[in-house]
Every structure is written in structure tokens, then in C-alpha cells.
């Protein structure tokens, strides 16, 4: 058969994966044990899979496939960190990075080919969009990365924390991003914490809602100005959700478990954000909000006009967020060297926006 017919067992989640053996007259349980071959110890081959029956083997041969993204390049820093190219079909590629910490291993996974937003501080977005992921490829990111470092999750985890942190916007691919979490969560699969998966969002609040409704994975909002005028400019989505709106919809998403926090990512811009007065305003803001506040130091790329706020800057304004009783950190920037840190991430887009292009000629200007 024609391995473009072939149903990848990436995109099926467990619920999908029961339905397709039952379509093939299997007992519901054979989607746990193939989980359990593909996720825990990594086997793409069904010969492999020596608990189920020769002719289910042969069968799943004929009509199946588990097909992660391409790996095309491996990038180390200095620092441990370890960025992955991803090849996605002949136009697309996407970056997908490790963070290894004393008490944890982190993996930054993609959840779109570019960015649907346009936040002006970051690369991503500045390379346009082209489409959302699959559930194979997001889950992808995740196989192709134990694989990369020789890791059985069965024996051995190394990444122990899933940052839904890389390019694009997962909110903007919920059906998607949800499938692919509920195999991170699954215990015949990766069987992470649910405290051990975030997804970052720039604030779509109706799907904010709804991801309430279906999960309860910890939750980062990409804040980044303390005021509305500022953030129509940063991140422009601001513009359809207000950051009244946001807020509200960060109280709900919590509402219900006392002990729970939002993070809030906040870059740190020379000049444009890093004030007291900005730091007094955000304080204001989150009073009310159980949260803890990552500062992000803002990472360069080609043709930005931003830059980094001094380290000086940065400490005052931490002080001033600590000083109003804000749990308040500043993020370590990893893998500058290889162009891994946040915001820097770009892959390879054939860019259905014209965004760049754009941009390029003068069409935009900030």
C-alpha cells in the first residue's frame, strides 16, 4: 500500500486508536499495548510488537504506519541545550528544543508551521504561517527527541516537562494540540504530570474557555505590557482580546483550584516595557491573580529594531514585582548560540500570509 493511505498511529490518540482496532474487529486493549510499544519504547516496526498476533502484525503492516517528522538537523549549545530541525513535507520545517536542568529536562515543543500572530518581538512570527501541525507532529517532537537521545521513557526520562512554548500559537490548533496532550498525560503513552505540561498562549480567551472545559494543564499567557495601548503594539491580538477579557479569562481558568498559578511571560524591552511605572502598572494588574511572573530577556534577531533591556533594568523591575508580593523570576536565556532561546525559533515556513514578504519590501512598519 501506498504509505500516503497508511493511517500514522502518531495521530491517534487512545480514544482514536480503540476506535481503529475495533474497526479491525480488535479488542479494545490492543490500542494500550501498541501505545505502550510506540511511546514507552519507542518501536516503530509492528514485527517488533511480540505481544500481539502474527496476523494482527501483518495486518497493521499492510495499513499502518508510525511516522514522526523528519529529523535534518541536531544543533548542541555550550550550555546543553539541543535544538532539533524537523522536516515536515517538502516546503515546511519546524525547531523543536531540549533544555537539560539539574531537576528537570524540558522539551519546547512547535504546535504550527510559523505563527497566525504577529507579536512584533518575536521571530516566529516574522517568518509568517503556513498551517497547524498534526497530532503526529506535534507528538512527533516529543518521539523524535527520546529517540535523538537514545531514550526508552519506559527506563529512562529525560524529559520529565512539555513546554507547548515553540512556534505558532497552539490555541489557534486546540483539536490538534488537545490530542496530542492527552498522549503526553497517558499513562500507557508518556504519562507526564498534568503539573509537568504547559501551554503558552498569547491570550485567545474563547479558546482559553474552552481548553477549561477539556484540560486542566498548567497555563502560561504571553502578557508582555502591563496596559492596552502597549500591547495593541507588541501583540497585536490584544486588539481582538483586550486585556480586561484576558484577565478575566486567566481568573476562570483557575478558579476552581486554589493552589493553582498563571505564569505570565513578560519580555523585557529596552525602553518600551522595562519602567517602573511598568512594573507599578503590572503589579496593579495581577494583584488579584494567583501567579508568578517569568522575565524573559528579550533574544535578537536579524532586522529587529528591539533590544534587550539592561540587566540593571531588569533587577529593578524584578525588585519592584517582588516588592508587591508577585513570585518573580528571570529566565535564563539557553541555547543563544544556536539560536534556540525563546523568540528565536524559526524553522523553515512557505509562508501563506506574505507576511515577509511584506515586511521586506516596507509593506509593515512598527
Sequence with gaps: MDSNLKVNLLDLDKAGLEAFFSELGEKPFRAS???????????????????????????????????????????????????????????????????????????????????????????????????????????GQLWVANQA???????????????????????????????????????????????????????????????????????AVSLHAPNDELRNEIVPLNQKYPIKELMQACKNYIADEPRRKITFEYVMLEGINDSRQDALALAKLLKNIPSKVNLIPFNPFPNTNYRCSSQEKIDAFRDVLIAKGLTTITRKTRGEDIDAACGQLAGQVMDRTKRKLRRDSGGITR
Design 149 to 219: 537521545m537514545g531514550c526508552q521513557p519506559r527506563e529512562q526520562r529525560m524529559i520529565s516537562n512539555i513546554v507547548l512554548m515553540g512556534m505558532g500559537e497552539p490555541l489557534l490548533n486546540f483539536d490538534n494540540v488537545i490530542k496530542a496532550i492527552s498522549l503526553m498525560l497517558e499513562d500507557d503513552a508518556y504519562g507526564l504530570s498534568k503539573r509537568r505540561v504547559t501551554l503558552s498562549t498569547s491570550g485567545v480567551v474563547p479558546a482559553m474557555n474552552r481548553l477549561k472545559e477539556v484540560s486542566d494543564v498548567s497555563l
Design 33 to 139: 499495548q501498541v501505545l505502550k510499544w510506540i511511546y514507552q519504547f519507542g518501536v516503530r516496526d509492528f514485527n517488533s510488537m511480540s505481544n500481539l498476533s502474527k496476523s494482527l502484525r501483518e495486518k497493521l503492516i499492510e495499513i499502518a504506519e508510525v511516522r514522526p517528522p523528519e529529523m535534518l538537523s541536531e544543533h548542541r549549545s555550550h550550555d546543553g541545550t539541543i535544538k532539533w530541525v524537523l522536516k515536515l513535507d517538502e516546503k515546511n520545517c519546524i525547531e523543536t528544543v531540549f533544555i537539560p536542568e539539574a531537576d528537570r529536562g524540558t522539551l519546547c515543543i512547535s504546535s504550527q508551521v510559523g505563527c497566525a500572530l504577529d507579536c512584533r518581538f518575536c521571530s516566529t512570527a516574522q517568518q509568517g504561517f503556513n498551517r497547524n501541525l498534526t497530532v503526529s507532529e506535534i507528538i
